[in-house]
């Protein structure tokens, strides 16, 4: 099983800053075919389901605030939210679709400060 | 509007069976691979299982493997998980989620809770 790793477990940033959280692969989601990570990142905010943010690792959702953004490759790969809003505030995981079973890191809870 | 509705969930005890189903409507779920993800009480996301968009293919996950089997109707546009043999930890929210092309979950359901306990 790939195990997906995050950091920090929290946060809490100032409104208007940088948010930066960390999503480590136990091995690479980097297919060398297609040269793409599958690697997706989702935001869940309290009582509701995930939402999808980003696919193959930096590709954004459509209708996705531009503040948010991915990058990395290989096993090492980046969310990061520039100017913190509000709404931002809830739990963001990263999930490999590289292969089965299905992982997802553990989370990171975004606060602010 | 794109839409997955879970129900079925509620409290079981332990060794007891459930049914869970998914109803998709504002997309063409006939297309779609489909998913089951479970979220603990206070934790992180779980894949669970998964069908091909001809409902041939199945995966699970090695925790419900045997236990749990999924399914699909998409002359009704329904997913199901029916879920046997029932432990405590198998108590979450359990969330249906559509991946199309690539395994990553979108749309997701609300949710439905399923508590496993005497």
């Known amino acids: 099983d790939i195990v997906m790793t995050q950091s920090p477990d929290s946060l809490a940033v100032s409104l208007g800053e940088r948010a930066t959280i960390n999503c480590r692969s136990s091995q690479s989601v980097l297919y060398s075919s297609n040269n793409k990570n599958y690697l997706a990142w989702y935001q869940q905010k309290p009582g509701q389901p995930p939402k999808l943010l980003i696919y193959?690792?930096?590709t954004r959702e459509s209708g996705v605030p531009d503040r948010f953004s991915g990058s990395g490759s290989g096993t090492d790969f980046t969310l990061t939210i520039t100017s913190l809003q509000a709404e931002d505030v809830a739990v963001y995981y990263c999930?490999?679709?590289?292969?089965?079973?299905?992982?997802f890191g553990g989370g990171t809870k975004v606060e602010i400060k | 509007e794109v839409q997955l509705v879970e129900s079925g969930g509620g409290l079981v005890q332990p060794g007891g069976s459930l049914r869970l189903s998914c109803a998709a409507s504002g997309f063409t779920f006939s297309s779609y691979w489909m998913h089951w993800v479970r979220q603990a009480p206070g934790k992180g996301l779980v894949w669970v299982s998964r069908i091909d968009s001809d409902g041939k293919i199945t995966t699970y996950a090695d925790s419900v493997k045997g236990r749990f089997t999924i399914s699909r109707d998409n002359a009704k546009n329904t997913l199901y998980l029916e879920m046997n043999s029932l432990r405590a930890e198998d108590t979450a929210v359990y969330y249906c989620?559509?991946?199309?092309?690539?395994?990553?979950?979108?749309?997701w359901g609300q949710g439905t809770l399923v508590t496993v306990s005497s």
């Open positions: 999930q490999q679709y590289y292969g089965t079973p299905l992982t």
């Open positions: 989620g559509g991946s199309y092309r690539q395994n990553w979950f979108d749309p």
């Open positions: 193959w690792a930096s």
